[in-house]
């Protein structure tokens, strides 16, 4: 059966990688992404709408499908104050999952980060363990939660210090085993390749998804 999915986070790193691969799928039939400005050259199975994501109410009406993809993340050299970065992050990724649930989509998938908890002391660990109880907290029957650690992609802004890391990656991959297989790095790529085998193959339940389970 034909798949309708809501994408939002298209331009991002791993967003805009799933939105290739979601193109490819052939039972994918429609692809709803949310943006702020057009992005030009997609086919016609993609619809875009423009948002600027300050009144979600205005589209909720828009956020109709099968699936929901929740791929959105700022950074703090884009947002550095921490309001508008919380804003960002929790208010647009749970602000159109709570439209989701609410329009009847049944399943959600959600880019989060390894180390994501609650009760981290970091700002952006601990804001992405907000997100996921959040996310959990509004109880769709299939929801994927995946933990990359570092992630390797070509970003159109200059990150000299994830350039760096990438960079090294190759090397420090060579320790990550046995209970720090977690942390090894993985492409935006795989992350978009896993989402995509998991459509239409979603088991009921809250499922998080590290490492070995995405490539896997």
């Given at each position: 059966?034909?798949?309708?999915?809501?994408?939002?986070?298209?331009?991002?790193?791993?967003?805009?990688?799933?939105?290739?691969?979601?193109?490819?799928?052939?039972?994918?039939?429609?692809?709803r992404?949310?943006v702020r400005r057009?992005?030009?050259?997609?086919?016609e199975?993609?619809k875009?709408?423009?948002?600027?994501f300050?009144?979600l109410?205005l589209?909720?009406?828009q956020?109709?499908?099968?699936?929901?993809?929740c791929?959105?993340?700022?950074?703090?050299?884009?947002t550095?104050d921490l309001?508008?970065?919380?804003?960002i992050?929790?208010g647009?990724?749970?602000?159109m999952?709570k439209l989701?649930?609410?329009?009847?989509?049944?399943?959600?998938h959600l880019?989060?980060?390894?180390?994501a908890?609650?009760?981290?002391?970091?700002?952006?660990?601990?804001?992405?363990?907000?997100?996921?109880e959040?996310?959990?907290?509004?109880?769709f029957p299939?929801c994927?939660?995946?933990r990359?650690?570092?992630?390797?992609?070509?970003?159109n802004?200059?990150?000299p210090?994830?350039?760096?890391s990438?960079?090294?990656?190759?090397?420090?991959?060579?320790?990550m085993?046995?209970?720090?297989?977690?942390y090894?790095?993985?492409s935006?790529?795989?992350i978009?390749?896993?989402?995509?085998k998991?459509?239409?193959?979603?088991?009921?339940?809250?499922h998080?998804?590290?490492?070995?389970?995405?490539?896997?």
């Amino acid at each position: 059966m034909a798949k309708s999915v809501v994408l939002v986070g298209a331009t991002g790193l791993i967003g805009n990688a799933l939105l290739h691969e979601l193109i490819q799928e052939i039972k994918v039939s429609e692809i709803r992404i949310f943006v702020r400005r057009k992005i030009d050259g997609l086919p016609e199975k993609v619809k875009q709408i423009i948002t600027d994501f300050q009144d979600l109410s205005l589209i909720k009406d828009q956020v109709k499908g099968d699936v929901i993809y929740c791929c959105v993340g700022t950074t703090r050299k884009k947002t550095p104050d921490l309001t508008d970065y919380r804003n960002i992050d929790f208010g647009i990724n749970i602000g159109m999952a709570k439209l989701a649930k609410e329009n009847g989509i049944s399943t959600v998938h959600l880019i989060s980060a390894m180390g994501a908890s609650t009760t981290a002391r970091i700002f952006y660990s601990k804001l992405k363990g907000e997100i996921e109880e959040a996310l959990k907290a509004l109880q769709f029957p299939n929801c994927y939660i995946y933990r990359p650690a570092i992630l390797i992609g070509n970003r159109n802004e200059s990150r000299p210090m994830e350039y760096l890391s990438q960079k090294l990656c190759p090397f420090i991959d060579l320790f990550m085993r046995g209970n720090l297989k977690d942390y090894h790095s993985i492409s935006a790529s795989k992350i978009a390749q896993s989402m995509r085998k998991n459509l239409g193959n979603e088991k009921n339940g809250q499922h998080e998804l590290r490492y070995a389970q995405i490539i896997g």
